[in-house]
């Protein structure tokens, strides 16, 4: 059964970093384009980047040029590398297929930007 475990999130003051992964089971990476998405509190969850198989890549606009996303086939891993980071990017983050009916969610993690 798909199940995606998502890392990486905690406290960050404003304008700084954090590095997020995501692991998912089975051959899930090797035939889907990838997303990450986040849920702030009271709000729907939006997708922010995408990812190909072939790694094309797009962004919400909100974390464009902020936000980098990657992927590694051989571990199932996808990693969504964030800096700058604003107070309104404070959310639950998780990766799923960017396409499609989704896989189910898993636990996700938590990002906080505060000082």
């Known amino acids: 059964q798909a199940q995606m475990v998502e890392s990486g999130g905690g406290l960050v003051q404003p304008g700084g970093s954090l590095r997020l992964s995501c692991t998912a089971s089975?051959?899930?990476?090797?035939?889907?384009?990838m997303g990450w998405y986040r849920q702030a509190p009271g709000k729907q969850r939006d997708l922010v980047a995408t990812?190909?198989?072939?790694?094309?890549?797009d962004y919400a606009d909100s974390v464009k040029g902020r936000f980098t996303i990657s992927r590694n086939n051989i571990k199932n891993t996808v990693y969504l590398e964030m800096n700058e980071l604003k107070p309104e990017d404070t959310a639950v983050y998780y990766c799923n297929k960017a396409w499609g009916a989704p896989y189910p969610w898993g636990q996700g993690t938590q990002v906080t930007v505060s000082s």
């Open positions: 990812i190909t198989t072939g790694n094309n890549i």
């Open positions: 089975a051959n899930i990476f090797r035939i889907n384009t």
